[in-house]
């Protein structure tokens, strides 16, 4: 059934009629054209999926536009700030942690969760918090890096 949903996105208003049910990633990728976000398994289990709802990770695949009304939505393409990169972003590049890139979004928004909840996470936390990001090429060591890194700069900005 369409309806008409209202929700931000990457700190613009959005408005637009559509199925209720339509999944969030297809909204951002096809309806919108941000293809920052990335189809991975479509189940929510591998984490490429991944936006910020309200300052929360969730996994777009399976999350219904109809849950994003009157929402906050942030993407890849809107974590940086007035053209300059998210602490995490540079942390990722400056510990080369993007080899192929395909699940570089949904590591970097599901490490802003965690950051949010906990600057200082120790290895262990880094490690059960993006447990469910799956990186096909194996670049784990430098994603855990860049997060301690990244929360090391949240920290001092705060």
Request: glycine share 8%; net charge positive; with cysteine.
């Amino acid at each position: 059934m369409e309806q008409t949903i209202r929700f931000t996105l990457n700190n613009k208003s959005r408005e637009l009629k559509l199925d209720h049910e339509r999944r969030l990633l297809w909204v951002l990728r096809t309806d919108i054209g941000l293809t920052g976000t990335k189809f991975g398994c479509g189940r929510g289990l591998c984490g490429a999926c991944t936006v910020l709802v309200d300052e929360q990770p969730v996994r777009s695949c399976v999350y219904p536009i109809s849950r994003a009304r009157d929402k906050k939505v942030v993407t890849i393409e809107g974590l940086a700030n007035n053209g300059q990169l998210h602490p995490l972003q540079k942390a990722f590049i400056e510990h080369d942690a993007l080899q192929c890139g395909f699940c570089t979004p949904g590591m970097i928004l599901n490490a802003y969760g965690l950051l949010r909840k906990n600057s200082q996470p120790t290895r262990q936390e880094i490690v059960q918090s993006m447990d469910r990001n799956l990186c096909r090429c194996g670049s784990y060591a430098r994603i855990i890096k860049a997060v301690q890194t990244a929360g090391r700069e949240m920290k001092g900005a705060k």
